[in-house]
């Protein structure tokens, strides 16, 4: 039998290798809400292709594992009548094999050819961002050829567009409804620089008459930065593409009233275990769900009023990969402080090569919960592609301040998109901008004080409970 993971796990597949306690080999997207805590070794060996037989360890996992992106074969022993394994052992023998596509293989890698910049790198690069506009049709232009933002803007403009064709799959769908009725797709939507990113290239992408529904989840109301730099966002997509009709979909909660759906949630995000896993599901999960208000003044409707609201939008951009991939993260530039270039280069090729098992599959769970398909334009194989490619002093000069060298280079792909005000956004992880992580240290650890103190973003939940 065979079966598999794409090369950055932007799909869930959860494994349980053959344990003493559970001979049975597993393979689901999700476990179930009463998920095992079977933590013995498992007896199964996994075989790397061309290794012999005598792997020399079992993997150490717990009852439910991320499968670790790949292709896999396995060898059964026997098989009861209705395909169940047998109580004996019936795996005899898994491989995990080569990618045949040796690009593949070598994003994987993820290794850049300019990394230290030379005195004459820095002299003679120049940005000159600002004298490109981006015309109607992305029509070849020599000088902004060589522009790296601007190969960058190209990709993902491909990349977005190849995720949101709406297809013959879509058809009976779109019929249905009235075209001012339907959004057939929506952005998870924070107003910061990625997310306007893709609201921008959904919008050269999606027919005019089509709505966007920008799905933005707040646990503070209008006071949360994310709904603050939603509303803004909103007003700057309005400025830039005015005839299509935009919609903010604000998602209002507070985590006292989430009991039964963060218990949900927990089994959604598992193996992940932490408070910020627990966060950020939440936060993911009830995005995705699209279950909040429009403010029908603020987003231009006919009926101004303020009314109830539930996007009915089947497939979600995600902005997953950004941060990753133009050194977002504050931990990128301590190790720029600590170590120059090579430094925030290992950091950054350490982060793309286990988002996998950090990021993709919890996140991708918690969304395909409602029914809905999120899809990771930044993911895209042509879009890493061409970030290599780039000098790594061109993708973040870590240098400046926050809010201008980190993801530079898509600060200047913002302003080709004529997004002025997002490309001056700085960076905040969900579980920050909504607020869900100060509420959930308030309930769990007392303060924001106590729950810095005990590091509890990377605190595991069943500890805590001890």
Known sequence: MWFGRDAFGRRSLLVHWPSPDDPRFILSSVSPPSFASNNSAPTVKVMESGEDNDFPESTNMSYWEELPCGIYSIQLKSLEKSGMCMKEACVSEVRRHDWINSSLDELIQWKRKSIVPTVDDLTSHQNSVGDYCLSQSFRNSTEADKNAAYKVLIALRESVMLRTN?????????????????????????????????????????????????????????????????????????????????????????????????????????????????????????????????????????????????????????????????????????????????????????????IWK???????????????????????????????????????????????????????VANLLGLKEAALQPKRAIQFGSRIARESNRKNFGSNRAANQASAGSVEIHQRAR
Not at 167 to 194: H, M, T, V, Y
Not at 361 to 372: A, E, L, N, V, Y
Request: proline share 3%; aromatic share 6%.
């Open 166 to 354: 709406l297809n013959r799959l879509f058809q009976d769908d779109l019929n249905k409804l009235k075209d001012d009725e339907l959004a057939p797709i929506a952005i998870l939507f924070s107003g910061g620089l990625d997310s306007m990113i893709l609201a921008a290239l959904l919008d050269q992408c999606l027919d005019s008459k089509w709505t966007i529904d920008l799905l933005n989840v707040s646990f503070d109301g209008q006071l949360a930065p994310d709904r603050i730099s939603a509303l803004a966002g909103l007003k700057e997509l309005q400025r830039i593409s005015p005839i299509r009709r935009w919609r903010l979909v604000e998602i209002d909660t507070v985590l006292t009233n989430l009991k039964g759906e963060s218990e949900h949630v927990m089994s959604l995000i598992y193996p992940s275990n932490t408070y910020m896993d627990l966060n950020i599901g939440i936060a993911l999960w009830l995005a995705a769900g699209g279950d909040g208000w429009v403010d029908g003044s603020i987003c231009n409707m006919q009926d101004g009023c303020r009314y109830k609201y539930k996007s009915t939008s089947r497939v979600l951009l995600v902005g997953s990969g950004a941060d990753e991939q133009c050194a977002g993260y504050g931990r990128h530039r301590t190790k720029y402080r600590l170590g120059g270039w090579v430094l925030l280069d290992e950091e950054m090729r350490l982060d793309v090569q286990r």
């Open 358 to 412: 950090r990021n993709m599959g919890r996140d991708d769970r918690c969304i395909s919960d409602h029914g809905k398909e999120a899809r990771f334009p930044f993911l895209d194989e042509n879009v890493i592609k061409t970030l290599l490619e780039i000098p790594l002093w061109d993708i973040a000069k870590l240098d400046e301040p926050v809010g201008k060298g980190d993801k530079k280079i898509l600060r200047e």
